[in-house]
Each structure stands twice: as structure tokens, then as C-alpha cells.
């Protein structure tokens, strides 16, 4: 059995329980070495096989996997934040499927997520902010037509950006071209929720310069959008003033 489970967004106790459980009883946990905090290696038990997938292809994990499974072994695939963001899993579900593998996935604590905490915002806030894009800037791997930064840059959205730190000139220039107005808050978070964190706010105007002057090219994440800027709005979920299925309105 092969369990696909979420590191978490870098810190070592941010793991689910359950993550955490799998790794303990894992005989091979094959870890993205390049991303994954290796504290995380303190849960597996005595005696574990280690594999560093940061120097492995596609089919070196594979071939792994199909050695451990032909022993009768339990194989825990670790990923940094949850797998199904940026996590280059569903090439490795497909290769378990062609062979007959078994698996399941664990989700994990995103660094999307890691990266709200260190600012202490919300991404959602009424009126302001009601959805977030979770995207990144087209590099060595394009992007689809219609889902470029300057694509979704005049949605009004929280947009947070996954590996475009090296690229931060590329998207403040999109961001701009796409509607944000460089006065719009903005930050970088660097290892969000590692013992190192660096949170670095800034507008879309000053991002490249930010990036550049704090030499941040990866582990990073580029959050964009009015909810980083002060802007205060209460809900209504909490609001005397509004009915819910489980109060009356009390203006």
C-alpha cells in the first residue's frame, strides 16, 4: 500500500495526526528532500528506507515503489504542503493505476495557508476580498491560455503565487499590465512556518525590488490583493443585527 501524505506548509509538529501516524509505520518514506523540512524524518520508526526524490525521476520513484510493494511493504510518498497543489502527483497516481498499486492521500496544511498565518490575515473578507486564485507565473513550465498573472490580476481577487519568486519582475509587470494598480498590498513569505520564516511586505510596485534587495528566488510564496491592506469589514456571521439558523436578530 502506498499512502500519498501532505508534509505540511514547513513546520514539523504542522503534519495532521494522521500524516504523522502513516510515517511511524511507514518500511519506506520516499521525501521531497528539496522541499520537505527533514525533521519530518524524526517520525518514521528505527530502520525505515529513505529515499531523496529530490535526485530521483518519475520512474526511479516508481521503481521503488514496485520493489517495496513486491516485498509486502507499506510506502508512505511524502509531499511538501498537500499534494494536490503543485505536487506533480496525479503523473505518479496514474503510474500506480497502469500497474494495479493500491494507494490513498492525506491531505496536508498548504503553504497557502502557512503563508495567512505569518501575516495574520484573512484572504476572504466581505466586501473586499471573496475569492482567492492559487496560481503561479509561467517559467520553464508554461501555463494554460487565459491563466497567466496578468489573466487574473483585475479579478479583485487574493491572488497567492506559488514558485514565481524567481520571476517577481515578470509578475509585478503582469500585475500591473493585468489592472492591479502598483499601490496594491502585497507580500512575499519566504518558508513560510520554518524555524526561518521571513515575511516581507510590500505593494506591487516595490515587489520585484523587495525580492531582489532580500535575494528570495524559492521556498517562497507572493500573496497580492486588498485583504493584506488594513481594510477592516465585519461579517455577518457574527452580526446581532442578522438572523442565522441558529440565533434571531437582535438589532
Given amino acids: 500500500m502506498v499512502h500519498f501524505v501532505g508534509a505540511g506548509s514547513g513546520a514539523a509538529d504542522l503534519i495532521t495526526v494522521r500524516g504523522a501516524k502513516l510515517l511511524s509505520e ?4 520516499i521525501w521531497a528532500g528539496s522541499l520537505v523540512n527533514p ?3 524524526t517520525y518514521a520508526r528505527p530502520g525505515c528506507e529513505l529515499h531523496d526524490s529530490a535526485r530521483m525521476t518519475l520512474e526511479g520513484v516508481v521503481a521503488v515503489i514496485r520493489e517495496a510493494e513486491a516485498a509486502g511493504k507499506t510506502t508512505v510518498r511524502l509531499h511538501t504542503g498537500d499534494p494536490c497543489l503543485f505536487g506533480a502527483v496525479r503523473e505518479q497516481f496514474d503510474a500506480l493505476d497502469a500497474l494495479g498499486i493500491e494507494y490513498d492521500v492525506c491531505p496536508g496544511v498548504s ?6 498565518a505569518a501575516l495574520k490575515c484573512e484572504y476572504t473578507l466581505p466586501e473586499i476580498a471573496q475569492s482567492v486564485v492559487v496560481a503561479r507565473a509561467a517559467g520553464r513550465t508554461p501555463v494554460p491560455d487565459g491563466q497567466a498573472i496578468r489573466d487574473f490580476a483585475g479579478s479583485g481577487s487574493t491572488l497567492v503565487l506559488f514558485l514565481s519568486a524567481a520571476l517577481a519582475q515578470d509578475v509585478q509587470a503582469q500585475l500591473i499590465e ?7 498590498p502585497a507580500a512575499v513569505v519566504c518558508r ?60
Fill in 111 to 116: 503553504a497557502f495557508c502557512g503563508a495567512a
Fill in 178 to 184: 493585468g489592472g492591479c494598480s502598483p499601490d496594491t
Fill in 39 to 41: 525533521a519530518l524524518l
Fill in 26 to 29: 511507514a518500511d519506506v518514506i
Fill in 192 to 251: 513560510a512556518t520554518w524555524p526561518d520564516e521571513k515575511v516581507l511586505r510590500c505593494t506591487v510596485g516595490t515587489l520585484a525590488q523587495t525580492v531582489l534587495d532580500n535575494d528570495i528566488s524559492k521556498t517562497a510564496l507572493i500573496v497580492v490583493g486588498k485583504a493584506l491592506g488594513g481594510y477592516r469589514a465585519r461579517s455577518r456571521l457574527y452580526d446581532p443585527g442578522f438572523s442565522t439558523g441558529y440565533r434571531e436578530a437582535n438589532p
